[in-house]
């Protein structure tokens, strides 16, 4: 295994236990997860201090993964379906248990998995003919914007919470965006070249 495909497996053994982290529940199971008031003004749990530290780490594997793939220029099938499951699990996990949680509105994961899932199948139908769809510069930023507002959510927006400046929720929508604008971007790229019946 390659060091890209080594790099995108360690997102998705990344990418699980910040699932689990965020998950489990602590008070049912009795559990006492520490609290702290940050700011005199934001409680922060450190379970969501956790699960941030390690999206970071995720996140910028995420970069290396391809910067990796590029320079050494194994751009493998196995490689692009091992970092296209481990980019949903990160950030639609995170996002669905940030929404169940009240982070964010359920309304932001059901647009990204929806764009995630026509994408998809954007992707399937254009490999049955031949040709390669390949991120384009807004998905690319989509995909900078999320990781960004997610960090700053598991972070409880800190330090910006205290001063009442949402740039966690800022990031997320405009990445939420930006995932419609470049679905109809690919879309409108890719209409008078695959055949869609």
């Not at 006492?32 to 940050?38: G, R």
């Not at 990781?147 to 598991?154: D, E, K, T, V």
Request: proline fraction near 2%; aromatic fraction near 10%; glycine fraction near 6%.
């Amino acid at each position: 295994m390659n060091r890209a495909n080594k790099l995108t497996m360690t997102r998705i053994v990344l990418a699980i236990l910040i699932l689990v982290i965020l998950m489990i529940p602590y008070k049912d199971m009795g559990i006492s997860v520490p609290t702290f008031l940050v700011m005199g003004k934001v409680l922060v749990d450190v379970s969501y201090i956790v699960a941030g530290f390690l999206f970071v780490i995720a996140s910028v594997t995420d970069y290396l993964d391809g910067m990796y793939a590029r320079k050494e220029k194994n751009t493998s099938d196995f490689g692009a379906i091992l970092d296209a499951i481990a980019d949903k699990v990160l950030v639609n996990g995170v996002l669905i248990l940030l929404a169940y949680n009240g982070f964010i509105s359920i309304i932001i994961p059901v647009i990204i998995v929806i764009r995630d899932i026509l994408m998809d199948s954007l992707r399937i139908l254009g490999a049955k003919q031949g040709i390669v769809v390949k991120a384009n510069k807004l998905g690319k930023l989509k995909t900078v914007f999320m990781l960004i507002g997610i960090s700053f959510m598991l972070f409880y927006n800190l330090p910006f919470e205290a001063w009442g400046i949402y740039v966690a929720d800022i990031f997320v929508d405009v990445a939420t965006v930006l995932s419609v604008v470049s679905l109809v971007s690919y879309y409108m790229n890719l209409k008078g070249k695959i055949k869609f019946v």
